[in-house]
């Protein structure tokens, strides 16, 4: 049996968090002298594209899920994009046949993709979301999850097992008992080091639309009244990273992992979404974090007040989010939770 293994790796394009939460184990992987291959969509394809360039890529289908420009209406939404999600899953199967035979295929890791993964071949599953939060259709969400990552051989919790956590209840369901389940610990593509500060404050904007371009005009109408050196990233993965100056505010369409690390660093505070890995990213680096849930992502709702409960960040809904220096001097550093198990 060959020591280096052909290894497929497929991340879910829903905003950048899938792919970017690949990148430590793609390299971890690399310096094991294994050959990679990855797979997936949009963005986050061209974000691993930008990241690997000498690596091979395969083009997955589109998911292309939505949010309902009302955040009340989102869990119907979701809901009637299920028959979509369902075609896209066999469509990913289909596929998925296809390069374990173009590649002879040793392993599949995949991030979220529902469809890919193979009995032929040892197939995992990386989630945060044993449980999956939607409100009244809780039961429901989380029962077609399991469904699909019962399927796998290993299933992937990017967290301590013990306590505190960052996921809670959601990578910690106390109602699965699966020895499938690993805790594979933070992952994050970020190193904290200490650099000359360039920004006071911070903004990585990351996940659908529109929410995505709503929270961007709130920010750069705030940050002219603030006498700060401040900085955007928009999460917008071109050929053209477009930086651009809007008064005090340095705008970015996008950065590179190590660009984005450096700046990190670079930073005194830092504003984003709630969402998994940019809290895992945050929590690597020790920032001062102001955290903004999506509104009507039950899933980033619930990691914000189970992060201000149990670290004491700070965090406010997109809704009432004024940013000035009172709310700038309230923001605390969150830190990466130590495991107990």
Known sequence: MRQSKNILIAPL????????????????????????????????LKLLQEEFPQLEFEKLPAYNIT????????RWHL???????????????QLTY?????????????????????????SVYITHQLKVLSGWATK????????IYKKYDEIWVPDVAGKPNLSG???HFSKINNDKIKYIGILSRMTAKALPKKYDVLAILSGPE????????????????????????????????????????????????????????????????SGYTS?????????KVLMIPTPGQDEQQYLAQHLAEIFQIKIVEQKHLWIDFDVLNQLTHLNLPKDQS
Request: positive net charge; proline residues 2%; glycine residues 6%.
């Open 98 to 122: 296809q390069l374990i035979k173009k590649y002879d295929l040793d392993l599949i890791i995949s991030d979220n993709r529902f469809g890919v993964y193979s009995k032929d071949v040892k």
């Open 279 to 287: 809290v895992m990213d945050m929590a690597s680096m020790h920032k």
């Open 169 to 171: 209840k959601l990578g």
């Open 140 to 147: 429901i969400t989380t029962w077609f999850h399991a469904k």
């Open 79 to 93: 809901l009637k994009q299920l028959p979509h999600i369902i075609r896209t899953m066999k469509q990913e199967r």
């Open 210 to 273: 529109p929410q995505r371009s709503q929270l961007e005009k709130i920010l750069l109408k705030q940050f002219k009244t603030l006498d700060l050196k401040t900085g955007i990233i928009r999460g917008i993965v071109s050929k053209n990273k477009n930086v651009e100056n809007q008064h005090n505010t340095t705008i970015y369409n996008y950065v590179t992992g190590k660009e984005l690390e450096q700046l990190v660093n670079q930073s005194e505070a830092v504003i984003c979404r």
């Open 67 to 74: 949010y309902a420009k009302i955040s009340w209406l989102n």
């Open 13 to 44: 394009n829903w905003g950048l968090g899938h792919a970017a939460r690949c990148i430590p184990i793609i390299k971890d992987l690399q310096r094991q002298g294994h050959h990679i291959i990855i797979a997936s969509d949009g963005g986050a």
